[in-house]
């Protein structure tokens, strides 16, 4: 009998097994395991009460002032319902009423959130107190042209972010495939932006020669979206870092480069995990980002990272929403090449900026490995047209897998892909 070991990932809120044999079986790569802060609520305030980069709100603020908070959505697990109701005392203790404070939440391109998950998001005293409402990135009237940054990007935001005399950005840092991480001014692009804006951000994220941008501080895209936020004056952010659980283990406030630069380190310590082979399969778990494809989608690009030319990678995700509940018309193309993807968007044959920017780094992925996705809330025919193919469990798709790349074909399992940070250590 074959020597088996079981490992076991968190899958639609349960333990879920896969078994795999011991001459198989290359590494299982998982964030570090480190221990939330004992008190939520008192780093919270810690991080209020000693800004980086600035003196205290009350030295930095007047009473006039309007603020706008730029929340991230449902989609991210940072703890806005605990956040906010402590920066609203601050802003209080600085002179500034609830009447003069708002928060938008900052959907990128990402549905419109239910007035019962916004109070869900940023608590239920929070949306009594002042206005909460979503980021209308599908309406233009919400919008503002600010011309070109630096990099030629068209540049649409919200028009609250215009009206505000003060912001003030809320988010997680995690590594990102597009801006190498997450935080700081991704919550002004895509965050409050038009879709126009994010579809030639992500494009941009498509030019680093085959791979993603993951886990690089400084690249194109987050020059350009720093670029973008000082264009409507983000001076402040409140950027949180979280376990592989979802819980807080340290908050940075204060001077937006400034407590980004303190974030990614920390981050960096927790999801930068070492690998010491190059795969021949990648079993890449799509949790925490679980809700459609395209936030599980980031489970792809550190299999990608790690992938040998030609292997296989084992998409696993419960994707209860499908694929996008917004994006609906990017089936007709995801399983085209980057490049068909591209030119037909240049020749303005795809109308969709954004879900084709979104294919192509999908495509990309697929150009350098093929993909085999277990998801019970995507239906075979579209896995077909994500150029996918279609296992009913993780048992079948590991026999697929093995099937294509051999009997001896070495393994790698990523139990939380999304919050993955492969580092070569050989």
């Known amino acids: 009998m074959p020597v088996m070991t079981e490992i076991v990932i968190p899958f639609n809120g349960q333990a879920q097994p896969i078994r795999i044999q011991d001459h198989n079986l290359a590494e299982v790569l998982s964030p570090r395991s480190i221990m939330p802060v004992p008190c939520l609520d008192s780093e919270i305030n810690r991080a209020l009460s000693h800004p980086l980069g600035i003196q205290s709100l009350k030295r930095q603020l007047k009473k006039t002032d309007r603020i706008l908070i730029l929340c991230d959505d449902n989609t991210r697990k940072t703890p806005a319902r605990a956040i906010i109701p402590s920066l609203l005392s601050h802003l209080n203790a600085a002179g500034i009423p609830d009447n003069r404070i708002s928060c938008i939440v900052a959907l990128g391109t990402h549905r419109y959130m239910t007035p019962q998950e916004l109070e869900d998001k940023v608590g239920g005293e929070v949306c009594r107190r002042i206005s909460v409402f979503n980021h209308e990135w599908r309406n233009p009237e919400a919008l503002v042209d600010l011309g070109y940054s630096r990099r030629g990007t068209p540049i649409l935001v919200n028009r609250a972010a215009l009206e505000a005399d003060v912001l003030i950005g809320i988010g997680a840092v995690v590594p990102h495939h597009i801006p190498g991480f997450s935080g700081s001014s991704k919550i002004v692009q895509p965050g409050i932006c038009g879709a126009k804006t994010t579809a030639e951000t992500h494009l941009l994220a498509c030019s680093g020669g085959g791979d993603s941008f993951l886990g690089l501080e400084d690249n194109p895209v987050r020059q350009d979206m720093e670029d973008m936020a000082d264009r409507v004056n983000l001076r402040y952010v409140f950027n949180a870092v979280l376990n592989s659980e979802g819980s807080v283990v340290g ?122 996705t277990f998801s019970p809330g995507i239906s075979p025919e579209d896995k077909e047209k994500l150029g996918h193919t279609h296992a009913p469990s993780i048992a079948r798709a590991l026999s697929e897998a093995l099937r294509r790349q051999g009997q001896d074909a070495r393994i790698t399992v990523l139990t939380h892909a999304p919050d993955t940070l492969p580092l070569k250590a050989f």
């Open 251 to 372: 908050a940075f406030f204060g001077e937006r480069r400034a407590a980004f630069k303190q974030a990614v380190g920390l981050a960096r310590e927790i999801y930068g995990v070492d690998y010491h082979e190059t795969p021949d399969i990648v079993i890449a778990n799509s949790y925490p980002c679980d809700l459609d494809f395209w936030q599980s989608h980031k489970s792809m690009y550190p299999a990608q990272r790690m992938i040998k030319e030609g292997g296989t990678i084992i998409i696993c995700t419960p994707a209860p929403e499908g694929v996008s509940p917004v994006h609906t018309d990017l089936l007709n193309f995801t399983n085209w090449s980057s490049v068909e993807i591209k030119a037909a968007y240049r020749r303005g044959d795809l109308a969709n900026g954004v879900a084709t920017a979104l294919a192509t780094a999908w495509a990309m992925v697929r150009e350098k490995a093929d993909i085999i």
